[in-house]
């Protein structure tokens, strides 16, 4: 069955330390990938995406993934977390299996 | 602006009780769906639509409805609402033209507490 897995539930770095939130997958093909990022209060924003091509994606708020075909991940980075970055963080696989979230919270 | 829109924001209602929450997009989008969002779990589809008069079912449709008479609106009704549907409910919508990939645009939510 397909399926997306963040193995963090909450992740805490301190302000202008480097993130990397976890995301694994399990598809029978190369699926279409993503990250959202939901702040306190607020719906779901795309950060960014994936389909083909470059597996070094950017995205918004300084962020990236990179898509690893032989270890099934898409593992989210910013190199400086700012403390407005604190957010639940979804992976997803083909728009509609999402990850069961990581909270992130950034120490001052 | 573009954008979801979902109303009511909060609602705290009793068992049994039919309700409805909208959905209203103004992106003239033909795909819409419906996610419930709950702790450890993620966000589950409910219900989807790929155009007016068009729906089906996600993963988790048990206690609920849908209905797309229009493009725009695709409201998420509760019969008979149990405790177990205590939840953040989120729209969603996205062209199906184009690129097939295209971004979800997500309605703010609506927290559910059925007592």
């Given at each position: 069955?397909?399926?997306?897995?963040?193995?963090?539930?909450h992740?805490?770095?301190?302000?202008?330390?480097?993130l990397?939130?976890?995301?694994?997958?399990?598809?029978?093909?190369?699926?279409?990938?993503?990250?959202?990022?939901q702040?306190?209060?607020?719906?779901?924003?795309?950060?960014?995406?994936?389909?083909?091509?470059?597996?070094?994606?950017?995205?918004?708020?300084?962020?990236?993934?990179?898509?690893?075909?032989?270890?099934s991940?898409?593992?989210?980075?910013?190199?400086?977390?700012?403390?407005?970055?604190a957010?639940?963080y979804?992976?997803?696989?083909?728009k509609?299996?999402?990850?069961?979230g990581?909270r992130?919270?950034?120490?001052? | 602006?573009?954008?979801?829109?979902?109303?009511?924001?909060?609602l705290?209602?009793?068992?049994?009780?039919?309700?409805?929450?909208?959905?209203?997009?103004?992106?003239?989008?033909e795909?819409?769906?419906?996610?419930?969002q709950?702790?450890?779990?993620?966000?589950?589809?409910?219900?989807?639509?790929?155009n007016v008069?068009?729906?089906?079912?996600g993963?988790v449709?048990?206690?609920?409805?849908?209905?797309?008479k229009?493009?725009?609106?695709?409201?998420?009704?509760?019969?008979s609402?149990?405790?177990?549907?205590?939840?953040l409910?989120f729209c969603?919508?996205?062209?199906?033209?184009?690129?097939s990939?295209?971004?979800?645009?997500f309605?703010?939510?609506?927290?559910?507490t059925?007592?």
């Amino acid at each position: 069955a397909q399926s997306v897995t963040q193995p963090d539930i909450h992740i805490t770095v301190s302000e202008g330390a480097s993130l990397e939130l976890r995301c694994n997958y399990s598809y029978g093909a190369t699926p279409y990938l993503f990250w959202y990022v939901q702040s306190p209060g607020q719906g779901l924003q795309l950060l960014l995406k994936y389909f083909s091509g470059d597996t070094l994606v950017q995205g918004i708020k300084g962020f990236e993934a990179e898509f690893k075909r032989s270890q099934s991940s898409f593992n989210l980075r910013k190199p400086s977390v700012h403390w407005s970055d604190a957010a639940e963080y979804f992976c997803g696989a083909s728009k509609i299996i999402f990850g069961s979230g990581t909270r992130l919270s950034i120490r001052p | 602006e573009a954008q979801v829109t979902q109303n009511p924001r909060y609602l705290i209602t009793v068992t049994g009780k039919k309700l409805t929450v909208t959905c209203s997009q103004n992106m003239n989008h033909e795909y819409m769906s419906w996610y419930r969002q709950d702790p450890g779990l993620g966000l589950r589809q409910i219900y989807y639509s790929m155009n007016v008069e068009v729906t089906d079912k996600g993963d988790v449709p048990e206690g609920y409805k849908v209905s797309r008479k229009e493009k725009r609106n695709f409201p998420l009704i509760l019969e008979s609402p149990s405790p177990n549907q205590t939840s953040l409910y989120f729209c969603a919508s996205r062209s199906l033209g184009g690129h097939s990939y295209n971004e979800q645009f997500f309605g703010p939510g609506t927290r559910l507490t059925v007592l």
